[in-house]
C-alpha cells in the first residue's frame, strides 16, 4: 500500500494493478465509477489510476464500453525458428492442446505448392488449438509432408510436433511466411474464447528441414490481445 504522502490515485491504482495481472485479456475491469464508490474520492481521482495502468499496457478503455484487462502477453522473437511448445516452455509457461483433426487428406493444388508436393500426392492435416496457462492462445492448422506421417502415433495433445519429428532427425530448420492482421470469425470466437471480431495476429509459413527439403505448411491464427512478437531489425550495409 502507498505510504500516507502518496496522492490517493496512486493507492488505487498500485491496488488495481494487482487485479490487472489476475484478469485474463478482455475482461472487464471496474469502472471509474465503482472505483470511486470503493475508495471513497472523485471520479477524477479514479480516472487518473485508470489513466497510469493504461500508460502501463495493463488495460484499455473503449469508450461506452468500459476498462478491460490487457492480461499477460506472451512474446515470440520473429528472427528464431522456434515451436510453440518450445518458446513457451522456455518462458515458464505451461503448454498444452486441444486436438481438433490429426489425420490424412487431400491438398488442395495450393496447398500441394506450399508443401512442394505434385498433384493428388496426400498430406498429414493436424489441427489444434494451442493453450499456455490454460489460455487459449492461437487456433493452428499444420500439414505436413507424407514422410512425416510417423506424428500421427503419438499423443498430439501433450507433445511438439517438432520435437517429435526430431527423434527422427526430421530438424526443422528455415522458415518463410508471413504475418498478417485478421478479424476472428465465428470459428475462431469459439475456439479461442473472444468475441468475433476480436483482432488476430495470423502466421503463414512453410518450414524446410536441414537438407533443405519442405516437410511442413503451417497457418496459426494468434489472439492478437495475448501474442506479441517481438521484432530485432538491423539497417542494411
Known amino acids: 500500500m502507498a505510504g500516507a504522502s502518496s496522492p490517493r490515485y496512486v493507492e488505487i491504482a498500485n491496488a488495481l494493478r494487482q487485479q490487472a495481472l489476475r484478469t485474463p485479456a478482455g475482461r472487464p475491469m471496474p469502472s471509474e465509477s465503482e472505483l470511486a464508490a470503493t475508495f471513497g ?60 483433426a490429426a489425420e490424412w487428406f487431400q491438398p488442395t493444388a495450393e496447398e500441394a505448392a506450399d508443401l512442394a508436393l505434385s498433384p493428388q500426392s496426400r498430406a498429414i492435416r493436424i489441427d489444434r488449438v494451442r493453450y499456455a496457462d490454460d489460455t487459449p492462445m492461437a487456433l493452428e492448422r499444420v500439414s505436413l509432408a507424407p514422410r512425416c506421417s510417423f506424428v ?7 507433445n511438439s510436433l517438432h520435437a517429435i519429428m526430431e527423434e527422427r532427425d526430421i530438424v526443422p530448420t528455415e522458415a518463410f511466411g508471413t504475418l498478417v492482421a485478421a478479424s476472428a470469425d465465428a470459428e475462431d470466437a469459439a475456439r479461442l474464447g473472444v468475441d468475433v471480431g476480436s483482432p488476430l495476429l495470423v502466421e503463414r509459413r512453410q518450414i524446410d ?14 489472439v492478437g490481445s495475448e501474442y506479441v512478437f517481438d521484432v530485432h531489425l538491423r539497417r542494411p550495409q
Open 41 to 100: 474520492v472523485s471520479r477524477m481521482t479514479a480516472r487518473q489510476a485508470v489513466k497510469a495502468l493504461q500508460a502501463e499496457g495493463l488495460v484499455y478503455r473503449v469508450p461506452g464500453a468500459g476498462t478491460f484487462s490487457s492480461g499477460t502477453e506472451k512474446h515470440r522473437s520473429m528472427g528464431q525458428l522456434r515451436s510453440f511448445t518450445r518458446d513457451m516452455t522456455e518462458k515458464g509457461h505451461q503448454v498444452r492442446s486441444q486436438v481438433l
Open 152 to 158: 500421427l502415433t503419438h499423443d498430439l495433445a501433450v
Open 209 to 222: 528441414d536441414q537438407h533443405g527439403t519442405r516437410i511442413e505448411s503451417t497457418e496459426t491464427r494468434y
